[in-house]
């Protein structure tokens, strides 16, 4: 019973129509029937049809769960029920399109001990336990009417809820937060589907990434596709089936964060699907990169709460961005709204249901227009669900909204009452007292402060001299007071008292039993009341436009831009034939555009004086791991269709650094947990851009792959010692396996495509799988491989399986015995991209040697250093010096291995690694010979953008100071203020380092 | 012809491969090193400087041309301007504690247990570990193994890198005692709330357990006899009567710096060191109040925070010297890193600290903080002839190239396994 056409029906036949719908005439009655038709008649109160119509002083009617009239002040028809609500408020009932209202928790079994490879949910469903497309919110739904009452006091009347468990969650049920039975609640039993990057419950191995999340997500959706067209040649899968049968319904998914929500409609965007993201509240942090993502973002209210800075040593422990946040938060929803993006909001994330209308009040205090609130609330989340009878309070509408006895927006303002499918649930509220406030106490002889209620409550305190308390036991309501005070000497006086207007009367009874007349009266609102005033004065955010990001120190409101200009007299390390030259270097639209002596530029090109200093390019890290949330998917020995580029993080300040020590680009590789790890995302230290603004473009494709004791699991404990390969020798036929099976898809894909398509119809095709067409790729030498590898053996083994297959190792990574095969990798073509001096960590790399750069070198083998550290990468060029320390590499050729070959290594070289006229201009001006322990970057540009330079650096470094100084102040004000008494403690979070073993996700 | 003297060499290497150098033999005939830039150690350049020494100790060191052996049975090497320096220190490591990080059978550093202060390092060192000499041969030629796990861990003991075995290593046994501080505020990056919680409880259970440690140590120490021995306790004394050296571990909080010194204070313990990392500049003034010495650790690292400078690392011994701090330069923890020690005060020198300041860090401060400076840590008269000639700078990677290097005036041998197997593979593909 879908909404929308009954709007267009007349008043007349709705209520025919309702009567039948709202009948349950199935359901045997224990007792006489009792159907009543009553028809209500809500009088005075202002009408909030929609989030751009409201009626004052209107009338709504309703009869059984429907609106039959909303619209001006109208009689009230014969025989009903009529109710005068002057100055109350009523809404459409608000809509909470992420919950779990009514459903069973999600049960995490046991923890296994060691690997799990394979599903274990008991039917016929996905191999993957995070697939469960199959689930229906619906048929598990148990209506909970304790729950609900708490939810209706916060507006909310409707929910979509299901079960929100695992990376496809199936279907989810919007249900009114009915008094009556399950069925009662339903509105639409499989209203959206849901989607998220949590595998949940599932103990499965794969996926243990959020690479391996998103990896699934995207086969899944291949293998649903295929499943349709194939369904009868297939065995029967619950989970794809339902994706199937599911496909048109509203998608909803849970993205947590930010980053998160651009990943995920990445993903959406191959697939044409236009999610709803549910959020996490720091979405204004990257408004650039969210506009026009999906259907919109559902946002939480859950804001920061303060730090105790009070001891300036522990408050170090917070950072900048968490003190911007804490500030920030609550315009979430405002710059959100700005920017176009369609808002919605959830109960979810709050610690206490009841913080959700203050919470509600803060972002429309912080700028959210009120329209804009309503919306949010009401006809943004109906339309995503296209629904057209809730989410307003249109005739026909279902009768679901509630009554406030002032505008919502108001800071005193409950909701008295909800109805819902035209039944009324009365809340319990705590009311603010009206009679709350500061008064003089005046009995006998006595005159004492006296402090009714606080924000909220109904205590009554008394104060001897103004400052001291006095004991005081009682409580007061709006008509009527009693109290007790104690006095140390005297004994115990009695209060007993009524209203008079502003004040309170009535009569004492003191310890000897005498009593008379007292007077409470009204001198002022309480304190806090004043302190309200003045918090809610309109609070000063930046314009969107001023947002930072990355979101924290070094952001930027906008990239720099590429400047004309030219860097005279400096000591250019060309790295092409010229060698090391003291030239000029013009660079004009982010290219070299000329290299020479004495060049003339027009007096418009900035000049640089370079004179003394060296200008170099700027320097490629070959293996590194920064800049991702996630590196390893470590959950199958083959992770070929794991991609980095889903998960780069642009706001990884280890670019910023690294910018300062010289490096301009890096392969952001997977990790060396399996043979066969992810595809590599290769970017440009473009720092302020996104995720997909980092990457080179049109750069080669490039996979990681691993060998040695990583992939065997060696130093991984004695529980794994499970999952395939344990050694060396099962390595190799994980490289066999995966590519013979390569070959034969392959093979399966050309005899389908050359099917008539009369007989494509019938015939199976073949399943698109992502893995293996990685391995394709590489067969065909479309996908370039850097291997990890530490062994002669190994690296030997994996180039004689590449020309098995016919194809090339591209570059051997770490490579820390590369000297001993140094012959026959030259002959093969692989590159080595080495460490300088590390060893003897792994009982692998105890022959390691830091010689070992400089050996290939002089064999012939194209040689890069790379650091596989945030910290080394940005000191790359000390790290290449020792390949002149260790192995009286020149100069210029120890420069190159940081620069022009992980450059040809990455197969760049024909726009990176030299400073030539026509390359990309990334450079480095150099305060000393680069691959000295003295030098410094004091220039780094990127595109020919200035992306770092000293004096730059400085004035970050000052304004980072004023700004930290300026909200520490805001903190310690706001301590202690309303609804934030208790500070959260700064906790410092020891340093986490990412590198190639590292596992599980991370945003910092 | 060729083929000969690669056979020749093939003889020589495989006599030597794999095989740890053999440690000298005592000095018999005095050494003059002459026409070098010496940098003592504590501040001193002598630009064509000399230095003679005897029996393992200097007898002179200073400008060129004024010095006369008394005897003539003497060698003499021109140095032809290299540099010589005194033999660096390099404190709290695990070098030849471990020889394979990874392999559990080679980990020697780590006991069971939360208060251990009877262990010894020293005899857990192996001194014919594959990893001591491609340390010294960077210039590296003391060092301080010291025990890693449990609150309090254990002795260390300083070493010096040329030796048959532990007992003839040391340069001073039982240095003093290492305790890794309960750091309360801090949690690791993996932890949820509940971990939070428990790791803060636990961490508070375990200084009170520390301070009943503390306590009942002193009093031990203080009752002077005993009907019934107890090893923990006695070994603490040493920390009482001023014989030895309490070290600190308190990697980056400021917060537990102070907490951690007001902790040792209060026993009464009179040598106080903090091993502390990157953020004891915000302290700097409390350390030098407290005449608490610091082994800066961790030069190699990120700064703490997204808003710390990006140099805040390197710059932090340029801060701390102008705040009168004591303190040394360390190379993080570890074992095979430590050869990179001369480059991380090269680092110190790129970001503010003077060079001869930075020489200092790494020798004659270090052996303050050790107790050995009386002997060690400087080139002076007197003194033992620890050093090294570098050809250039041997702070920088450019010009660090070790040709000789002295311990107690023994010419010890510079080669390591390293060495050979690059000379094996660069004869396999006849390059230099």
């Known amino acids: 019973m879908s909404g929308g056409r009954h709007f267009f029906f007349s008043v007349f036949f709705l209520l025919f129509l309702s009567n039948l719908v709202f009948g349950q005439e199935n359901i045997p009655k224990n007792g006489v029937k009792d159907d009543r038709n009553i028809t209500y008649v809500i009088q005075g109160a202002t009408l909030h049809i929609s989030p751009s119509q409201s009626i004052e002083n209107g009338t709504l009617i309703l009869k059984n769960d429907r609106i039959i009239y909303s619209g001006q002040a109208k009689a009230a028809p014969k025989g009903s029920v009529e109710r005068a609500f002057e100055g109350a408020h009523i809404y459409p009932s608000f809509i909470d399109l992420y919950s779990s209202f009514g459903m069973p928790k999600a049960e995490k079994g046991k923890p296994s001990r060691g690997p799990q490879m394979e599903g274990t949910r008991r039917g016929p469903y996905n191999w993957n336990d995070a697939i469960r497309a199959d689930q229906q919110a619906f048929a598990v739904f148990g209506n909970d009417p304790k729950g609900s009452e708490k939810i209706l006091s916060t507006g909310f009347g409707i929910v979509l809820t299901s079960q929100n468990d695992g990376i496809a969650r199936g279907t989810a049920a919007l249900v009114a937060l009915d008094p009556g039975s399950s069925n009662e609640c339903i509105i639409t039993p499989e209203a959206a589907e849901g989607f998220s990057l949590d595998k949940g419950s599932s103990k499965q191995d794969y996926p243990n990434s959020l690479l391996g999340s998103i990896a699934l997500l995207r086969q899944t959706f291949y293998d649903a596709k295929w499943y349709q067209a194939n369904k009868k040649n297939l065995d029967f899968d619950a989970s794809l089936e339902a994706l199937n049968t599911n496909s048109s319904l509203p998608k909803v998914f849970r993205a947590k964060g930010k980053h998160n929500i651009y990943r995920a409609n990445n993903v959406g965007k191959e697939f044409g699907i236009d999610f709803l993201f549910v959020g996490s509240g720091n979405e204004y942090q990257m408004l650039r990169d969210l506009k026009g993502a999906g259907k919109g973002i559902v946002l939480p209210l859950d804001y920061p709460k303060a730090f105790d800075l009070n001891d300036p040593l522990t408050a170090r422990n917070t950072s900048l961005t968490e003190l911007m946040h804490w500030e920030l938060a609550p315009a979430n929803a405002f710059y959100l709204d700005q920017a176009g993006i369609s808002i919605m909001f959830t109960l979810e994330g709050l610690e206490k249901q009841s913080d959700f209308l203050p919470a509600l009040r803060k972002a429309v205090e912080y700028g959210l227009p009120r329209s804009s609130a309503l919306k949010a609330l009401t006809t943004a989340p109906a339309s995503f669900l296209n629904q057209k009878d809730i989410g307003n309070l249109k005739q026909g509408s279902r009768a679901n909204f509630f009554i406030s006895n002032g505008d919502l927006f108001d800071s005193k303002t409950i909701i008295n009452e909800h109805w819902i499918n035209g039944k009324r649930k009365t809340l319990k509220q705590v009311l603010e007292l009206e009679m709350a406030g500061e008064y003089r106490l005046k009995y006998g002889s006595r005159d004492l402060k006296t402090l009714l209620g606080e924000k909220g409550k109904n205590g009554v305190q008394c104060f001897q001299n103004d400052t001291t308390k006095v004991s005081t036991k009682g409580s007061f309501d709006d008509n009527s007071i009693s109290f007790s005070i104690e006095f140390k000497e005297e004994g115990l006086f009695r209060f007993s008292g009524w209203k008079a207007e502003k004040d309170f009367k009535g009569n004492f009874l003191g310890p000897d039993g005498s009593g008379g007349d007292f007077t409470l009266s009204w001198t002022k609102e309480i304190d806090q009341k004043e302190k309200e005033a003045k918090e809610g004065k309109k609070p000063v955010i930046p314009s969107a436009e001023d947002l930072p990001f990355p979101f924290g120190p070094y952001g930027l409101t906008s990239m720099p831009i590429q400047e004309e200009f030219l860097i005279s007299g400096a000591t250019v390390w060309t790295n092409t034939e010229q060698g090391k030259v003291e030239a000029d270097v013009w660079v004009k639209d982010g290219k070299i555009y000329k290299v020479g002596k004495d060049l003339e530029a027009p007096g418009s090109v900035m000049r640089i004086d370079g004179k003394g200093k060296h200008l170099t390019s700027g320097i490629i890290d070959e293996h590194s791991h920064i800049a991702l949330s996630s590196v390893n998917e470590g959950g199958q020995n083959s992770s070929a269709e794991v991609r980095m580029e889903d998960v780069v993080f642009p706001e990884s300040i280890a670019m910023y650094r690294q910018l300062s020590g010289g490096v301009t680009a890096a392969q952001l590789l997977h990790g060396s947990a399996n043979p066969v790890g992810g595809q590599s995302a290769i970017i440009k230290f473009r720092w302020g851009s996104s995720a997909n603004g980092l990457l080179i473009n049109d750069a080669d494709p490039f996979i990681k792959f691993a060998l040695g004791e990583n992939v065997k699991q060696s130093n991984w404990g004695d529980l794994n010692t499970v999952r395939y390969p344990q050694t060396r020798m099962g390595v190799e036929q994980v490289y066999e396996d995966l590519f013979t099976r390569a070959g034969e898809y392959e093979n399966e894909w050309k005899s389908h495509n050359s099917l008539s398509s009369k007989s494509k119809r019938t015939a199976l095709a073949p399943r698109k799988d992502l893995e293996l067409e990685a391995i394709l790729e590489i067969k065909n030498s479309k996908r370039f491989i850097t291997c990890h590898s530490y062994v002669q053996s190994e690296i030997n083994m994996l180039m004689k399986v590449a020309e098995r297959y016919g194809f090339r190792i591209n570059t051997f990574t770490h490579i820390l015995e590369g000297y001993k095969v140094a012959d026959i990798m030259k002959e093969h073509g692989a590159g080595g991209s080495t460490f300088s001096d590390w060893w003897a960590y792994k009982f692998e790399v105890k022959d390691a040697i830091p010689y070992n750069s400089a050996i290939m070198d002089k064999v012939g083998v194209t040689v890069a250093v790379n650091s596989d550290d945030s910290e080394m990468a940005r000191r790359l060029n000390q790290e290449a010096a020792k390949a002149v320390k260790y192995g009286g590499v020149s100069e210029e050729n120890a420069w190159k291995m940081i620069t022009l070959n992980p450059a040809k290594l990455l197969h760049l070289d024909d726009r990176m690694g030299m400073v030539k006229e026509g390359y990309d201009a990334d450079l480095v001006l150099w305060n000393n010979n680069p691959l000295s322990i003295y030098a410094r970057a004091e220039k780094t540009y990127v595109d020919g953008r200035c992306m770092y330079s000293e004096e730059i650096d400085i004035e970050n470094r000052a304004k980072i100071q004023a700004e930290r100084t300026r909200l520490v102040q805001e903190m310690l004000k706001k301590k202690g203020g309303s609804g934030e008494k208790k500070g959260r403690k700064p906790e410092r979070k020891e340093e986490r380092i990412i590198d190639c073993e590292s596992v599980g996700n991370f945003d910092f | ?432």
């Not at chain 2, 060191?61 to 010589?84: A, M």
């Not at chain 2, 001369?342 to 903080?369: M, R």
């Not at chain 2, 060495?419 to 094996?424: N, P």
């Open chain 2, 1 to 432: 012809m060729i083929r000969c003297l690669v056979l020749i060499f093939l003889l020589c290497a495989g006599s030597l491969f794999s095989q740890v150098p053999s440690p000298a033999a005592p000095q018999t005939k005095g050494i003059l090193l002459k026409n070098a830039t010496i940098h003592n150690g504590r501040g001193v350049v002598f630009e064509k400087g000399e230095i003679y020494f005897e029996n393992g100790k200097i007898i002179y060191v200073g400008e060129g041309g004024k010095f006369e052996p008394e005897t003539s049975d003497f060698s003499e090497i021109d140095l032809q301007g290299s540099h010589i320096y005194p033999g660096f220190i390099a404190l709290d490591n695990t070098l030849g504690l471990t020889e394979i990080g990874a392999v559990r059978a080679s980990r020697d550093h780590s006991e069971v247990g939360e208060f251990n202060s009877s262990l010894r390092s020293i005899i857990a060192y192996n001194s014919d570990s594959d990893v001591i000499p491609t340390v010294r041969s960077n210039g590296v030629l003391i060092s301080q193994p010291s025990p890693s796990s449990g609150t309090v861990c254990g002795q260390s003991s300083i070493v010096q890198l040329d030796a048959w075995n532990w007992e003839d290593a040391i340069v001073k046994e039982g240095d003093g005692i290492f305790l890794n501080y309960p750091d309360i505020n801090s949690y690791g990056w993996w932890m949820d709330e509940k971990q939070k919680a428990e790791s803060k409880k636990r961490k508070l259970k375990n200084l009170e357990k520390l301070e009943k440690f503390f306590s009942d140590s002193r009093a031990y120490y203080e009752e002077g006899s005993h009907k019934k021995e107890n090893l923990s306790l006695k070994a603490m004394g040493g920390l009482f009567s001023g014989d030895k050296t309490l070290y600190i571990r308190v990697d980056d909080s400021p917060k537990a710096m102070i907490d951690a010194v007001q902790f040792a204070q209060k026993f009464g313990i009179k040598k106080i060191a903090i091993r502390g990392g990157k953020n004891a500049y915000v302290v700097a003034d409390f350390l030098k109040e407290s005449n608490v010495s610091l082994i800066l650790s961790k030069m190699h690292s990120n700064p703490s925070r997204n808003e710390d400078d990006v140099d805040a690392i390197f710059k932090q011994p340029a801060m701390l010297k102008k705040a009168g701090v004591d303190f040394c330069i360390c190379y993080d923890r570890g074992y095979t890193g430590q050869r990179n020690l001369p480059f991380v005060a090269g680092s110190a020198v790129a970001y503010g600290l003077s060079y001869e300041d930075a020489i200092s860090a790494i020798s004659y401060d270090a052996a303050k903080i050790a107790g050995i400076e009386k002997n060690y840590g400087s080139l002076e008269e007197g003194k033992s002839a620890t050093l090294f000639v570098s050809t250039g700078d041997a702070l920088d990677m450019l010009g660090n190239n070790v040709t000789h290097a002295f311990i107690d005036g023994r010419s010890i041998d510079l080669n390591n396994k390293q060495k050979e197997l690059a000379r094996k593979f660069s004869e396999k593909y006849g390059i230099e």
